[in-house]
């Protein structure tokens, strides 16, 4: 063993330290560096490293001949020889897959869940990447599935666990493809010639600050002659930290005291502000400089999408090195998007599909060469899934309406589309031309889109080579693109203005003075990784594998050495996540110099500014959108429904988007019958009811037999044979509120009330005249009951609520109207002729409340009524003066248009909005 460490303090950047050692041998015009190995932490580190020793050669004026430079992952394959080529990532998920398809049920099952036993080769990659992850982490530590079970079982405190065994099955089945394929297993390979001692090396070996390695990449360079030298990004004080390889050592890092001023802390209230922080020390770090002088580093990979995003909108551009994975370019995620599709034309995938911008256009276009004109697909589709719901869709459907024939020939396109695909089993590489005339399909201009496109050939490419013999589906072909499409990036060119984003492992090695790290929070930094499926912290601890200590450790060190080196460096963290969660400041940056208690204060009790840096003060292109005002109609109102007058109550700008701009919201992802659509169906069977000779009995039985033979019928014409499953459960509960209003109505009808009319409309119009003109008031009464005894109407609106609904407490809040509806009903029988006494109220089939009480009366004054009219009358008045003012963003009775209002502006106040 010839190994030695040099600590490079924190003076200059890694990456210049080991450009130094690796030149400081220089003794002529000749700088031959082919007998040095460097291993760097990552690739992005490689790559830089490769660009400094280019340029050291050139301003030198010397000739370089570099080094070999691998990443701490693959750099032992440089170090022993094997008989048969190694596979690579994908041949060894496909052979892990293969073995896992050939377990027994019952065992496939046990190991990954239910379900699996139908699965395809496809379906089994996640649980493939699973265990070859397992495999090549235990294996890393020296162990194999056989000894970490009988170590586990051997610490006690559970029963054993069944599923080691069938992972050493799976194993060995593992190996059987390989070697079927002539392939041999990288990890067993790198133990094998370890065992043999067949490890050696022609020249020195480098390690540039790589703060981890395996057990098993330990033993391989402990086994070397060749010299070892292993350059560590810390001062030699601190060399206590660190074991022989240079490697970080949890227990010192654990106790190091990081003290860390609060002046390089910021607090953002959430992502989105923490991203306008950013941009705000982003033009302090660079003043005078260049933006290249600054790194973005960011420690949780979601959140680059979101700051690239609010970057955008400030004129800025970030740029990550490690590119954009394969599976989340929009040809790959139309792939996908179609395999979901060819799966059993689920009415959600269909829609997901619609909705994807490329295939909408591609719809829209067959459509109008169909019928000749233009068709608004995406609302039509989203009209008929809010009415109907479907499960599935199908071309044959019997659904009536314009849009139920829309769906019918979207599911006639997509079905033509994804023909080519349901021909029969074929080797990948015959089904590589169907792909590539699939996308071209939709992506008509291919060069928008080269190079994802070409990707995606390759990576067809190889899937075809390794799998030569293997017949597969259309579907399934589908499939393993998208699986596979997760191991491949795509790197995008830098150009000059753009700002470098890096992840935080990959912070460590870069040479810039300034940096910005984002995301400092407790859930990301120190990362921790716990539930795992197969081995439990304790057991990691015990089984000597990375666990949470350890990349606290790591974590700790990256931000130490960051914190030192640096001559300007801000760290961020948020107080709440994207959807609101709170967050808390990670620990790492939770401890520090200074009084603790001030400590405690700024970074957890500190109150921020509204929109910290805040939305209010942010320049326009970063603000959130604002609201137009209202503009005075072209055709003044001449119609409103009893109901929207609460609306105008609530909101009067709401009550313009609704029944002036007549837009309303649509959303296809519903699962189960909203409110709406569970009440619509619910009055229709009443109101039929009302109208059948059932309407007049007084027997219980008959009443519910009547009940439930209208709601089936009804049920299957809303929402045909294929309904989402909700709603069967939903059907048996609307059954249950209708069997308590079976034992109302036997009552009712008992007293002697007879239903005179369901779902009524006056034949004369009942208007309101105002000195700026007369509006109609429009609405049907769902059930008039008479009774010939008292000469006395009863005015009824159904209410499917959960709970009965008291009239008063509905219309009437602290002496304030807040609903018309009842009130003008009384109005509008008035008007169309009605005598005697007129009471207005509620039938409430409820889920809660016995059956006598769902019927709740309402006994107004007559100055309330007068009151009532009265104010119909100048909210009538407002409307047609156009009076539209917002009311505040949250309201009593929530609308489709509030998330309108959240944290936006209003572009003017006027005569007509504010």
């Known amino acids: 063993m010839n190994i030695k460490c040099v600590y490079c303090g924190y003076k200059r950047p890694i990456l210049e330290s080991t450009v130094n050692y690796l030149t400081e041998q220089l003794r002529s015009n000749l700088l031959d560096l082919s007998d040095t190995l460097v291993v760097v932490p990552g690739g992005r580190a490689g790559r830089r490293l490769k660009e400094r020793l280019a340029l050291y050669a050139r301003d030198n004026n010397i000739v370089l001949i570099p080094p070999q430079i691998k990443t701490a992952g693959l750099f032992p394959e440089e170090l022993y020889k094997t008989g048969y080529p190694l596979a690579t990532q994908q041949e060894s998920l496909l052979a892990w897959a293969e073995?896992?398809?050939?377990?027994?049920?019952?065992?496939?099952?046990?190991?990954?869940?239910?379900?699996?036993?139908?699965?395809g080769i496809s379906e089994l990659i996640p649980m493939a990447r699973t265990v070859s992850s397992l495999w090549r982490e235990l294996s890393g530590a020296g162990l194999d599935f056989k000894s970490a079970g009988e170590r586990i079982n051997a610490l006690g405190g559970a029963p054993p666990d069944p599923r080691w065994e069938i992972l050493e099955e799976v194993f060995s089945?593992?190996?059987?493809?390989?070697?079927?394929?002539?392939?041999?297993?990288?990890?067993l390979a790198r133990k094998a010639a370890l065992a043999e001692k067949n490890l050696h090396f022609d020249g020195k070996i480098v390690l540039s600050s790589v703060r981890d390695l395996t057990f098993i990449q330990k033993e391989m360079l402990r086994a070397l002659?060749?010299?070892?030298?292993?350059?560590?990004?810390?001062?030699?004080?601190?060399?206590?930290?660190f074991d022989e390889l240079g490697c970080i050592k949890p227990e010192y890092w654990a106790e190091y005291d990081l003290n860390i001023s609060l002046d390089n802390i910021l607090c953002a209230a959430d992502p989105y502000d923490q991203a306008l922080l950013a941009i705000d020390a982003l033009q302090k770090f660079s003043s005078g400089t260049d933006c290249s002088e600054v790194i973005i580093g960011y420690t949780?990979?979601?959140?680059?999408?979101?700051?690239?995003?609010?970057?955008?909108?400030?004129?800025?551009?970030?740029?990550?090195?490690?590119?954009?994975?394969?599976?989340?370019?929009?040809?790959?995620?139309?792939?996908?998007?179609?395999?979901?599709?060819?799966?059993?034309?689920?009415?959600?995938?269909?829609?997901?599909?619609?909705?994807?911008?490329?295939?909408?256009?591609?719809?829209?276009?067959?459509?109008?060469?169909?019928?000749?004109?233009k068709v608004s697909v995406l609302s039509l589709l989203d009209s008929f899934q809010m009415e109907r719901l479907q499960a599935l869709l199908d071309e044959k459907s019997s659904f009536n309406g314009f849009a139920a024939e829309i769906v019918r020939e979207i599911v006639s396109v997509i079905k033509e589309l994804l023909k080519p695909f349901s021909t029969g089993k074929y080797e990948m590489a015959e089904w590589i031309?169907?792909?590539?005339?699939?996308?071209?399909?939709?992506?008509?201009?291919?060069?928008?889109?080269?190079?994802?496109?070409r990707a995606i050939s390759g990576l067809c490419d190889s899937l075809a080579e390794s799998l030569t013999g293997t017949e597969l589906g259309g579907a399934d072909a589908l499939a393993l693109i998208a699986a596979f499409s997760e191991d491949h990036s795509l790197?995008?060119?830098?150009?000059?203005?753009?700002?470098?984003?890096?992840?935080?492992?990959?912070?460590?090695?870069?040479?810039?003075?300034?940096m910005i790290v984002c995301g400092l929070n407790e859930e990301y930094v120190p990362q921790s990784v716990n539930g795992d499926q197969f081995l439990t912290e304790s057991v990691r601890k015990q089984l000597g594998l990375t666990d949470n200590e350890r990349r606290y450790a790591r974590d700790k060190f990256i931000l130490a050495s960051l914190v030192k080196s640096l001559d300007q460096i801000a760290l961020l963290y948020c107080r709440s996540a994207f959807d609101g969660t709170p967050l808390l400041p990670s620990r790492l940056i939770a401890k520090g110099e200074g009084d603790l208690t001030a400590r405690v204060k700024k970074l957890y009790l500190e109150e921020l500014p509204f929109r910290v840096a805040g939305?209010?003060?942010?320049?326009?292109?970063?603000?959130?959108?604002?609201?137009?005002?209202?503009?005075?109609?072209?055709?003044?109102?001449?119609?409103?429904?009893?109901?929207?007058?609460?609306?105008?109550?609530?909101?009067p700008y709401r009550f313009y988007l609704r029944h002036v701009l007549n837009l309303e919201s649509a959303d296809d992802t519903v699962q189960e019958m909203d409110a709406r659509v569970f009440g619509t169906l619910g009055h229709s069977v009443l109101a039929e009811f009302g109208k059948s000779a059932a309407a007049s009995e007084t027997r219980y039985a008959l009443i519910v037999e009547a009940l439930s033979e209208i709601l089936d019928r009804k049920f299957k014409d809303n929402f045909g044979e294929t309904p989402l499953a909700a709603l069967l459960i939903q059907r048996e509960q609307l059954r249950a509120r209708l069997k308590k209003f079976a034992a109302w109505q036997s009552m009712r009808a008992a007293e002697g009330y007879i239903i005179r009319h369901t779902e009524f409309e006056p034949e004369k119009s009942f208007t309101i005249e105002t000195e700026k003109g007369k509006v109609e008031i429009s609405g049907r009464i769902d059930r008039i009951d008479f009774n010939p005894e008292t000469n006395s109407w009863q005015v009824f609106d159904y209410k499917f609520s959960e709970s009965i609904k008291e009239p008063r407490k509905s219309h009437i809040q602290k002496g304030e109207w807040i609903d018309l509806q009842?009130?003008?009903?009384?109005?509008?029988?008035?008007?169309?002729?009605?005598?005697?006494?007129?009471?207005?109220?509620?039938?409430?089939?409820?889920?809660?409340?016995?059956?006598?009480?769902?019927?709740?009366?309402?006994?107004?004054?007559?100055?309330?009524?007068?009151?009532?009219?009265?104010?119909?009358?100048?909210?009538?008045t407002s409307v047609l003066e156009g009076k539209f003012k917002p009311a505040a963003a949250r309201l009593r009775f929530p609308t489709d248009f509030d998330l309108l209002f959240d944290g936006a502006g209003f572009v003017a106040e006027g005569a007509h909005g504010s």
């Open 822 to 876: 009842l009130p003008l009903y009384y109005w509008m029988l008035r008007e169309a002729g009605f005598e005697g006494k007129i009471k207005t109220g509620y039938i409430s089939p409820a889920a809660t409340g016995k059956a006598e009480e769902i019927c709740t009366l309402a006994d107004w004054s007559e100055d309330e009524l007068k009151s009532a009219l009265e104010l119909a009358s100048a909210i009538v």
């Open 300 to 373: 949780d990979a979601r959140s680059f999408k979101y700051f690239d995003t609010v970057f955008n909108e400030a004129n800025l551009k970030l740029h990550d090195p490690a590119g954009r994975p394969l599976s989340e370019t929009r040809p790959l995620q139309l792939l996908k998007k179609l395999y979901a599709v060819s799966r059993g034309y689920r009415a959600h995938d269909i829609y997901d599909l619609v909705r994807f911008p490329e295939f909408e256009n591609y719809l829209n276009e067959e459509l109008a060469l169909k019928r000749n004109a």
């Open 615 to 651: 939305r209010e003060e942010a320049p326009p292109e970063l603000r959130t959108w604002e609201i137009p005002p209202a503009v005075h109609p072209a055709q003044p109102v001449s119609r409103i429904p009893v109901t929207a007058f609460r609306s105008y109550i609530e909101c």
């Open 173 to 187: 089945e593992y190996l059987s493809v390989l070697h079927k394929n002539s392939l041999e297993d990288r990890d």
């Open 225 to 241: 002659d060749s010299p070892v030298a292993s350059l560590v990004f810390a001062e030699e004080s601190e060399k206590a930290g």
């Open 433 to 453: 031309p169907a792909v590539q005339e699939l996308l071209l399909t939709i992506y008509t201009n291919p060069g928008e889109y080269e190079k994802e496109l």
């Open 491 to 514: 790197a995008y060119d830098l150009h000059a203005d753009d700002i470098e984003a890096l992840g935080w492992l990959e912070l460590q090695h870069e040479d810039v003075p300034a």
């Open 99 to 119: 073995a896992l398809r050939g377990l027994d049920s019952k065992s496939l099952v046990l190991l990954a869940g239910e379900g699996s036993e139908r699965a």
